[in-house]
């Protein structure tokens, strides 16, 4: 079975002492306040932030090395104001090549985030929350192994997250997804787990209250 395993791991920024866990595929809640090491937690996993200590194996083969099967959304988009947004959306999706969805389920990513008629604009001229979206629907359709969201409801107008909500739940079963964030309750329903950071490091288990979605039939 997929499985993403930290072992002894100590993020570089944050308040938490070295932990391990594991995790499987699933819908994975990262909670904690300020402070606490989110976002440095899914920088590490992601490779863009090296460790204090620790490792980071995905099946048993050390994540940096296959580079391929991480994405990190971050929690605040690039500074590349000139760029249009589908030019940076078909960059991510050039690093995938093995796991990018079909031109179809990326149409049905760009129509339900709302996004059809912004991928021409420079991202310097979209909001915040758009911006993110374009982020966010990168990671959906490049679909790789383990995906990571950083505050990702964050800005994002109301039926955007919603929809969210629905194109997580179809990787429920396949990919591992940890999803940082301080409101948890649009995704508590599917999450499989919630690690709790802090001076202890908690991996608590779930049961998720949402049957998984076949990706296929949707």
Known sequence: MTELLLQDLSPRYGRMTAFSCKMNPGLHLVTGHNGAGKSSLLKTIAGAL???GGSIYFNGISLPQCPDKVLLVPGVPP?????IADRLLDFMLSLY???RREPSYRDRVLRELQLEHALKTPLGALSAGMAKKVLIAAALIAAPAVMLFDEPTNEIDAASCLALTSLLAEYRSSHIML???????PFIDMAASTLKLGHTTLLEPRT???????????
């Open 50 to 52: 090296p460790p204090a």
């Open 79 to 83: 500074a590349l104001p000139w760029l």
């Open 97 to 99: 090549p093995s796991t």
């Open 179 to 185: 999803l940082a964030t301080h409101h948890p309750g």
């Open 208 to 218: 998720p209250r949402v049957a998984p979605v076949d990706p296929i039939a949707s």
